[in-house]
């Protein structure tokens, strides 16, 4: 059973100010690429910020099919099933973002660069404070 929380749909690339104020008020950041047609919106901070839950299945397929289309820029089969067009959905909201800041200042994309550039093995869906661990032991094995 999965915690439904509040989404905010916001513009990407978000400002490390902006990220960490929507944090604090308990809101998960996705890229408004992904945001399903019918959300609720509200407005924060001069940004428009969309609002919806962690899973699919409160949207509709033809909802579920324009997100899909929209966030990849290709159709789901036409007979894909509610089914798979909810998990193809929530993959797609599972996604790690890329341009989340770890502590040490980087973000995901130039932490993960760097351990592909090392030739390293790692899970892309570790938290980004793990990956940037991961990279600096990496870097002290090298020096």
Same mark, same amino acid.
């Given at each position: ?8 749909? #916001? ?16 809101? $998960?950041?996705? @890229? ?10 509200? &407005? ?16 509709? @397929? +033809? ?10 820029g ?7 099933? $509610?089914?798979?067009?909810i &998990? ?19 973000? $995901? *994309? +130039?932490?993960?660069? @760097? =351990?592909?550039?090392?030739?390293? &093995?790692?899970d892309?869906t570790?938290? #980004? @404070?793990?990956?940037?661990?991961? *990279?600096? =032991? &990496?870097?002290?094995?090298r020096?």
């Open positions: 059973m999965t915690k439904e929380r509040q989404i905010a749909y #916001v513009k990407h690339p978000v400002s490390a100010k902006k990220k960490a104020e929507l944090v604090a008020k308990g809101f $998960r950041i996705i @890229d408004a690429r992904f945001k399903p047609k019918g959300a609720d919106e509200i &407005e924060g901070g001069g940004q428009k910020i969309e609002l919806g839950t962690d899973s699919g299945a409160g949207f509709s @397929d +033809e909802q579920l099919r324009a997100a899909i289309t929209e966030a990849t290709k159709a789901p089969h036409h007979k894909l099933g $509610r089914e798979k067009l &998990e193809a959905f929530n993959a797609l909201n599972a996604r790690p973002d890329p341009e989340e800041e770890a502590a040490n200042g980087l973000t $995901r *994309r +130039e932490i993960v660069a @760097d =351990l592909e550039s090392m030739g390293v &093995e790692y892309d570790l938290p #980004v @404070d793990d990956l940037a661990a991961l *990279r600096d =032991l &990496e870097r002290e094995k020096a």
